[in-house]
């Protein structure tokens, strides 16, 4: 389990150890461990017995539900439920295509990238070949629309769906650049900490993409970011939507699209893997807009919807970052660790599960969504 630990928090934790102290510490703690015990119990009690979670057709929730209990690290329960573990790996393998992608006919990159977290995690040689493959398909898929290599498209340097979608968004870039890094550190030989692996994204491109998503119109071309206080350095779904709407520049008289909270959380994910830290301008403006918007009532700008995506993303994107606390609205200092796990442990239900009662991006499912959970609280447990 220690390996799968160094994987995980490695892809989560980049540039900030993981320390002794914090939240650990403090008396949540056992609320916290007990909570997490009781969500993986969940998990595996609601595995299909051919080896997946809520759909045959989405390894990803599979996958989602696989990386959860690992971070969750319940080795009784891992122990106890050994045999069913392997079945998922099973099937998401058995998903795997010629090509190197990893899906059951829907949604292509999302399923693959999450198929191939799930399968570096496992730190199994068999697995070996397919997260090259897939490493491969990843790589190949990043989106380049005009003429190649020039950049010279907003959504040049993302990654989409690749399905019926033929644009770059934000939350296929987070899941592929998640998963390329973490497929890294499982490929890559521990005394070769600079070895170069065959298959990897353009992650200057990948900046590229960012910068079309990020409303700081000063570093874009994009015509629809936003230049306005309230969405000054938030990010938006892909180059030419938001999920939070938008209004029409007074200046310009074009379309600027609002900045929203858990795709916020994606972008400033997205610079940490990139290798871009929190003393960035660009980091720092997210860092700002997240901070001004803070609230665990809700997703900002998106109510409801998506609120679970939104908790996850908070604490792996603010760990990740070295965020210790929040400058919140007024200038007030937030510790979010402790208010993000009081939180989540307040809404779980009885039988251990986690569910967002507005269904929207399947949060009504309450497989996907307590796998959220559980890597949240990992996280600040950990810390």
Not at 73 to 101: H, M, Q, T, W
Not at 267 to 284: I, L, N, P, Q, T
Not at 324 to 340: E, S, V
Request: charged content about 25%; hydrophobic content about 40%.
């Amino acid at each position: 389990m220690q390996r799968f630990w160094q994987i995980a928090l490695a892809s989560c934790l980049l540039f900030v150890p993981l320390g002794q102290a914090g939240f650990a510490q403090n008396t949540g703690a056992n609320e916290t461990r007990k909570a997490i015990e009781q969500g993986a119990q969940f998990l595996y009690k609601n595995q299909n017995p051919a080896g997946w979670w809520s759909s045959s057709e989405l390894p990803a929730l599979t996958a989602l539900a696989l990386v959860a209990l690992e971070m969750a690290d319940v080795a009784k329960l891992d122990a106890k439920y050994g045999s069913e573990r392997r079945r998922a790996l099973d099937f998401i393998a058995g998903s795997a295509k010629p090509n190197g992608s990893i899906h059951r006919g829907l949604l292509v990159n999302y399923n693959t990238s999450c198929s191939l977290m799930a399968l570096s995690l496992a730190d199994e040689p068999r697995f070996r070949p397919l997260i090259v493959k897939a490493r491969a398909y990843i790589a190949s898929s990043q989106i380049d629309l005009g003429e190649k290599g020039k950049w010279d498209n907003p959504h040049d340097g993302g990654v989409g769906y690749n399905s019926k979608y033929d644009h770059s968004d934000m939350n296929n870039t987070l899941m592929a650049v998640e998963a390329m890094r973490m497929s890294e550190l499982a490929l890559r030989h521990p005394d070769k900490p600079d070895q170069t692996l065959e298959s990897d994204l353009d992650w200057k491109a990948l900046e590229h993409f960012l910068a079309s998503c990020q409303n700081l119109p000063e570093r874009s071309d994009n015509p629809n970011l936003s230049n306005t206080p309230e969405d000054r350095g938030g990010f938006i779904y892909h180059p030419g939507e938001s999920k939070a709407g938008g209004g029409v520049d007074e200046e310009t008289k074009r379309v600027a699209l609002r900045s929203y909270g858990s795709i916020s959380y994606a972008g400033m994910m997205s610079f940490a893997y990139a290798r871009v830290g929190r003393d960035d301008e660009r980091v720092k403006a997210v860092i700002d807009w997240l901070g001004r918007n803070y609230t665990l009532d809700e997703n900002p700008g998106m109510g409801a919807e998506g609120v679970y995506y939104y908790y996850h993303l908070m604490a792996k994107a603010l760990r990740a970052q070295g965020v210790k606390q929040l400058d919140g609205p007024g200038g007030k200092a937030i510790d979010w660790r402790k208010q993000l796990a009081a939180k989540l442990i307040s809404l779980q239900k009885p039988d251990g599960s986690w569910q967002n009662p507005t269904r929207r991006w399947m949060e009504g499912d309450p497989n996907l969504t307590t796998a959220y959970v559980l890597m949240a609280l990992a996280l600040i447990e950990r810390d």
